[in-house]
């Protein structure tokens, strides 16, 4: 049954226990992240955002890349709890999703711009944002568990070279999906008279 917008916001969580299997086909993930990259804004529409979906192997790559390159630089303690995480939290799911920023169609909107230049940057920011935010969300209402990670920019040049990618797309996110094995921990919220004003 589908949520309505605020149900899927209030039920999206991070899950750390994930199994490869899958509530609906694949081409259902596909669908949501068309739906993400052609609808979510982006300022002046630049449509800065871009994606790629690792299923299969080609997920398990990924989180294979990130323990090779963290092995290189962690302790040999600190790796193993970190390897553990990974194949456990991550590589243990049904694919990844990777976020872009194309930095080439940034810089062209800065040029074209000159008076809002600086700001193309952050807007770029705002705009992966938002499509990690929906594609999180719309994952969740698949019946999914996702969360967020960030080993860029230590896998960047490893993730365009396995492939192929533009060296213009910047990494800014990894999202791995897969069916929740556990329940997440009930999260803890700030007041929200601390955190939200309300005047007139």
Known sequence: ????????????????????DSPVADYEVVHVLHNAVKHVPSAFNSQTTRIVLLQGEEHRKLWNIVKETLKKILPEDVYLNTSQKVDHSFASGHGTI????DTEVVEKFM????LYAENFKIWSQQTSGMHQFVVWTMLEDLGFGASLQHYNPLIDEEVQYEWHL?????????????????????????PLEDRVKVFG
């Open 166 to 190: 533009p060296k213009t797309w910047k990494l800014m996110a990894q999202m791995p999906f897969g069916m929740p094995t556990s329940t997440p921990d009930d999260k803890k919220y700030k």
């Open 98 to 101: 990777l976020f872009f920023e």
């Open 111 to 114: 040029a074209t711009y000159p």
């Open 1 to 20: 049954m589908k949520r309505t917008f605020e149900e899927a916001l209030i039920n999206r969580r991070s899950y750390y226990n994930l199994s490869s």
